[in-house]
Every structure is written in C-alpha cells, then in structure tokens.
C-alpha cells in the first residue's frame, strides 16, 4: 500500500525558510516522479513542483521559481521542498503526491498535508 507522509511544516515570519519532507512508503520510489502541490482557504488546490525519477528538470510553477527547490533522496525514499523567502501568500496546506505511470489521475496517490503558515 502505497503511503506518503509529509513534515516540517509550521509557523515563520515572511521572508523565513522551511524544509518539508515526503517519506514515501509501498512503491519503488526511485521510478516515480513526485510532486509537491498546496491548497490555500478558499481556493484550488494547485502545483508548486516536481520531480522527475532522475532529478533532470525539476519544474516550478512561476509563483515560487528562484524561492523553492524540489529535491530526492532516492536511497531514503524521501521528497524535500526547501522553501525560502517565504511570503504570506505562501501560506496552505502543503501535499506530496506521486505522479501516476499509468490510466487514471496525473497524480494518484496524495498524503495528509502539512500546514504552513507565513505571518506578515
């Protein structure tokens, strides 16, 4: 059963960082891109980034390209989201997922969220 459990989220003042992990759990890591989305109050929940298997390419959406960086730890099946420079409208739950290889949902599998939360 394929599992993804998300940390490090929590509280900081605009301008601070925080590091999320994804510790992925049921699936041969190493063969799926992964993804980090968030999903504010009120609004859709959308992409912050992705990771391809390789680590060639990482893709950002534009809101937080030169703030964030997607990275892997395929030894410790585990995704990283190094945010800097937060602001407060960075401020939402925040969800691994792993990009589906087959028919269905581009992403398949979601695990629980963490929160951040930017204060001005």
């Known amino acids: 059963q394929v599992q993804l459990v998300e940390s490090g989220g929590g509280l900081v003042q605009a301008g601070g960082s925080l590091r999320l992990s994804c510790a992925a759990s049921?699936?041969?890591?190493?063969?799926?891109?992964m993804g980090w989305f968030r999903q504010a109050p009120g609004k859709e929940r959308e992409f912050v980034a992705a990771?391809?298997?390789?680590?060639?390419?990482?893709a950002y959406a534009d809101s937080v390209k030169g703030r964030f960086t997607i990275s892997r730890d395929n030894a410790k099946n585990t995704v990283y989201l190094q945010m800097n420079s937060l602001k407060p409208e960075d401020t939402a739950v925040y969800y691994c997922a792993r990009r589906n290889r087959g028919s269905g949902p581009e992403y398949d599998y979601w695990g629980q969220g963490t929160q951040v939360t930017v204060s001005s």
């Open positions: 049921g699936l041969t890591f190493s063969s799926y891109t």
């Open positions: 990771i391809s298997w390789s680590t060639s390419n990482p």
